[in-house]
RNA sequence: GGAGAGGUGGCUGAGUGGUCGAAAGCACCGCACUCGAAAUGCGGCGUGCCGGCAACGGUACCGUGGGUUCGAAUCCCACCCUCUCCGCCA
């Protein structure tokens, strides 16, 4: 959600922030609808004062007994009833109209963000590890991940296409995974556990931006809750409509939870194997801080991803996302991506994104800072540390081997009691 | 799911349809007293929006949304949430 003054008071800097998204200008309707807000509502304003003061003086008259002045002071207010009525409903509808138009606007990119049209603009950040030269041809992981316990025609006769079930020792490496990642991002990098809700109100999604322009991506339940998305949703609105102290952030919260994803318009996408499914685990990193800390949380972030990708021995690379690539929510995202060996590219395996204060105006979440009066609000990052199901997919890959077993990497050994390698039945 | 009770400022907790944005206490901030502190005393202490350079003024907000009224924290309706008891249940 942005800030109507800041559009007020620069205009062109926000159009300008559009631009670079491909956006139209937008500041001029805008503005043209705030002036006619303001305008009907210091009317409004004007005539609830007039009729506050009637109001008072009938009570004044009252009490003293003076019912004639009463009676006269009645009429006259009578009469600023039928206008009153009017204004409010003018005033409601064209503030509710400027909310809505401000809702459906994406956050404004980071000035180091590159401009860009889709993903063929982001730019290399980073890379670390080679990948591995196979001395026989790496297969997909959808061809032999079958014969070790990736299930997708049990999984499609329960619930369609999309699914996958995981069985045996399959299932087990999946639950090593996302146990391993929780565990380093609990332990060493300092974010705390939580067991979010998976089911959550309208106010919850729209506080993170995926309501309401994004409705048709989410799965809704009959009692209106929709299953979230992915747990940036639970664990930010974790502080909305709060006004959080500022000795107390930045706050790191992290949540394995399932995600649920419709996935509309990504038909005939990934239809094979498991990058793409309707559900999917991931280990979800989120930070509450001051605009200040935001960077250093950002930065903070990334390293906590990256350090599973390389415990992991997994060859990835950092790309900074240009401005067309980016999500609704962000101002500057970094995706991980990981090596693939039988596609033979790097395949998104991770997002993490700064906000700035664009998720903290739509929860209405706040810090008092230290040493002023008044509230501010806060910055929002998240970032996903990391999706369990593609990194399933990434060590079968990589540590596949000619026979169709794969080898467990050596940090997930003790998390699947000592199993070192998948073999196929 | 059924029955009942209740949602008021950072917290506790008053509130008769009419100077109620709201008593009081606690917490917090400033000042005084003190060598310093505690105790005590005095003062201050909510948020959003509009206007204003500002001082300040106006307006809205007592769970949320409607309604009644000249006027609603107070009356009416719906919804949300919390608590207690019963039922069901992993």
Redesign the pocket.
């Known amino acids: 959600m942005h800030d109507?003054?800041l559009i007020?008071d620069n205009p062109a800097a926000f159009d300008a922030g559009l631009a670079r998204r491909g956006l139209e200008p937008l500041s001029a309707a805008i503005l043209d609808e705030?002036a006619r807000?303001?305008s009907v509502?210091?009317s409004?304003?004007?005539g609830?004062?007039r009729?506050?003061?009637?109001?008072?003086a009938?009570?004044?008259a009252?009490?003293k007994g003076d019912s004639a002045t009463?009676e006269a002071?009645?009429a006259e207010?009578?009469a600023?009833?039928t206008r009153?009525?009017e204004l409010e409903a003018e005033e409601?509808a064209l503030a509710e109209a400027i909310r809505d138009r401000l809702a459906a606007i994406p956050n404004l990119p980071a000035p180091d963000v590159p401009e860009g049209a889709d993903e063929s603009g982001n730019v290399e950040a980073h890379h670390w590890g080679e990948p591995r030269s196979f001395n026989f041809a790496a297969q997909d992981h959808a061809d032999f991940g079958p014969a070790l316990g990736l299930d997708f025609e049990a999984a499609a006769a329960i619930s369609g296409a999309r699914f996958a079930a995981l069985r045996g020792q399959m299932a087990r490496l999946h639950r090593a995974i996302a146990q391993f990642m929780l565990d380093q991002q609990t332990g060493t990098n300092d974010y705390e556990e939580v067991n979010p809700p998976l089911l959550v109100r309208d106010d919850a999604v729209f506080g993170t931006g995926q309501l309401p322009k994004f409705a048709e991506d989410l799965f809704r339940t009959t009692t209106g809750h929709w299953l979230i998305p992915t747990a940036e949703v639970s664990l930010t609105n974790l502080v909305r409509e709060q006004?959080l102290p500022e000795s107390a952030l930045p706050l790191r919260f992290t949540a394995l939870t399932p995600c649920f994803r419709s996935e509309a318009g990504a038909a005939g996408r990934d239809t094979r194997g498991f990058i793409r499914q309707h559900q999917f685990e991931k280990v979800e990193l989120v930070s509450i801080c001051t605009p200040d800390q935001a960077a250093d949380e950002h930065a903070h972030m990334v390293a906590s991803a990256q350090a599973i990708l390389e415990a992991l021995g997994l060859p990835y690379r950092r790309m900074l996302l240009c401005t067309g690539d980016m999500g609704f929510s962000a101002a500057k995202t970094f995706d991980l991506e990981v090596w693939l060996p039988s596609q033979g590219v790097y395949r998104e395996i991770s997002s993490i994104s700064t906000c700035g204060d664009f998720q903290a105006r739509r929860m209405n979440t706040?810090y008092r800072p230290e040493g002023e009066?008044?509230?501010r609000f806060v910055h929002t990052l998240n970032g996903s540390g990391l999706a369990v199901g593609r990194t399933l997919v990434a060590v079968l890959e990589n540590y596949q081997n000619a026979d169709g077993s794969v080898t467990v990497p050596d940090v997930l050994v003790p998390y699947m009691g000592g199993l070192t390698e998948l073999t196929p039945r």
Do not use: F, H, Y
């Open positions: 109507i003054r007020r705030d807000w303001r509502s210091t409004l304003q004007e609830l004062a009729r506050n003061e009637a109001s008072k009938i009570g004044a009252m009490g009463a002071l009645k207010v009578a600023l009833k009153l009525p409601k006004i706040r009066k008044g509230t």
